[in-house]
Nanobody, 112 residues
Framework: VQLVESGGGLVQAGGSLRLSCAASGIIFSINAMGWYRQAPGKQRELVAQITSGGYTDYADAVKGRFTISRDNAKNTVYLRMNVLKPEDSAVYYC???????WGQGTQVTVSS
């Protein structure tokens, strides 16, 4: 099983990024997927999740700014992040929530 994130980087406050997570080794379409993040000295937290049926849920801190989506034909889940804030800086991880598989993470840094 592999979950490979991409799309992180350095962006100014107010900017946007789109993270991608390509999955292999799982039946992607039937699994709930999630994006988590972990900032230095803080616990890992759930940012957004999407079920196999497309239902989405978000952490309060990102509601209205982030959008999670999935493309089952490409075995890929995305996280579109708009109006980024310095407090969004963290390592972002993709996960197959129910299976307990994680990606290696991608760094997002938002400068003020």
């Amino acid at each position: 099983v592999q979950l490979v994130e991409s799309g992180g980087g350095l962006v100014q406050a107010g900017g946007s990024l789109r993270l991608s997570c390509a999955a292999s080794g799982i039946i992607f379409s039937i699994n709930a997927m999630g994006w988590y993040r972990q900032a230095p000295g803080k616990q890992r937290e759930l940012v957004a999740q999407i079920t196999s049926g497309g239902y989405t849920d978000y952490a309060d801190a990102v509601k209205g700014r982030f959008t999670i989506s999935r493309d089952n034909a490409k075995n890929t889940v995305y996280l579109r992040m708009n109006v980024l804030k310095p407090e969004d800086s963290a390592v972002y991880y993709c996960a197959a929530i129910d299976l307990g598989y994680w990606g290696q993470g991608t760094q997002v840094t938002v400068s003020s």
